[in-house]
């Protein structure tokens, strides 16, 4: 027996305000889960990149630290060669400083020059011009001055000049005029 | 119906405060370090590339002398280069000195004529333009030898010390 002039309808679980909720829920927990992912992703990323960062940084310093080292290399080349050049031209100097010394009445027939000393040998027409123009000069650079004389055969006199620096005094050979 | 809403819902707020926003908190402090670690490391390569460049600059500056500290003296080639200061030249055997500011230290004792003192002062200035480091050192001895003048004097030779040097050749490569 009917009691109704209508069919039931057919009852859903899903009912519209079912709908609503579940794809509020659906829509905010896919948003929650993604954003989380999202954040776990960028972590994971950051620690690698970080670590590269540091490596590469470690790296750099110990290229750094070999630069260094080879600029301080460098620079100590570059002043020993400075040294060793000025010091050649130094000897230069002091060597042409000796030879403008030596008057043209005096002949040298050696010379040895020694890092605080200098030593003459030579042929002088008297001793007096040996004294004035040459001995004279030589005192004046030289602490210690020797001189010995020898006749040679044409009346002339052999001399050996024999001349030091104080050790505390400059060591270099540097014959100023 | 109205219990799953309510689960749900206190899953939602369970999850975010106690899950993302740590979680968001603690990727803000590694966004944070990363800034950092980034900012540290970029001062670090600039200070390498200023470094560099200074490198760059002293090797271009010094290359004839890092060439020279290089290069092993050779006496048959130090004699060709030199002859046209002197009549005659003879170099003794090199002998190794005592290493002087870390690099090695050659001797080696010349004897030569030349006619005037100019063939030396010229030899000078040449040694410092040679392709090695040389030092003239005293004793020098001139002496009168008929019309030309015999010397003899000391060198050193100046190189670096392949014992504890690395050597500023690979510093060429680079």
């Not at chain 1, 579940?22 to 829509?27: E, I, L, P, T």
């Not at chain 1, 940084?57 to 460098?74: G, M, P, V």
């Not at chain 2, 809403?5 to 405060?17: D, E």
Request: cysteine-free; charged content about 25%.
């Amino acid at each position: 027996m009917n009691y109704s002039y209508i069919e039931p309808r057919k009852k859903t679980p899903f009912t519209a305000e079912f709908q609503l909720i579940a794809s509020f829920f659906g829509v905010s927990i896919l948003m929650l889960l993604l954003t989380y992912s999202f954040l776990l992703y960028k972590d994971y990323t950051f620690k690698n990149e970080k670590k590269r960062m540091i490596q590469e940084r470690i790296f750099l310093q110990n290229e750094i630290a070999t630069i260094n080292e080879k600029i301080s290399y460098i620079q100590k080349q570059s002043v020993l060669a400075e040294k060793i050049h000025t010091q050649n031209m130094v000897l230069k100097d002091s060597i042409a400083n000796l030879f403008d010394l030596v008057p043209e009445r005096i002949t040298l027939s050696k010379a040895i020059l020694m890092k605080n000393g200098l030593i003459l040998h030579g042929i002088t027409p008297t001793k007096d011009v040996y004294n004035f123009m040459l001995q004279a000069p030589l005192r004046s650079i030289f602490q210690k001055t020797y001189s010995s004389f020898y006749p040679a055969k044409n009346g002339w006199y052999y001399f050996v000049s024999t001349n030091y620096m104080d050790d505390n005094t400059d060591e270099e050979l540097d014959i100023e005029d | 119906m109205i219990l799953v809403s309510v689960f749900l819902l206190l899953f939602v707020l369970l999850f975010s405060f106690f899950v993302l926003i740590p979680e968001g908190q603690h990727y803000r402090e590694k966004r944070l370090e990363l800034k950092k670690a980034t900012l540290e490391y970029q001062q670090y390569k600039d200070y390498h590339d200023e470094l560099m460049a200074n490198l760059k600059d002293l090797q271009h500056k010094n290359r004839h002398i890092i060439t020279a500290f290089d290069t092993i003296f050779n006496p048959d080639r130090f004699q060709k280069l030199n002859k046209s200061y002197f009549s005659s030249l003879t170099l003794s055997k090199l002998t190794r000195e005592k290493d002087e500011d870390g690099f090695a230290v050659y001797e080696v004792n010349t004897s030569s004529h030349i006619s005037s003192p100019k063939n030396f002062y010229d030899f000078l200035d040449g040694v410092n333009k040679s392709d090695w480091i040389i030092g003239v050192n005293f004793p020098i001895n001139f002496q009168r030898d008929g019309e030309m003048i015999h010397s003899s004097f000391t060198m050193k030779v100046y190189a670096n010390n392949r014992d504890t040097n690395k050597t500023t050749s690979s510093l060429q490569k680079r």
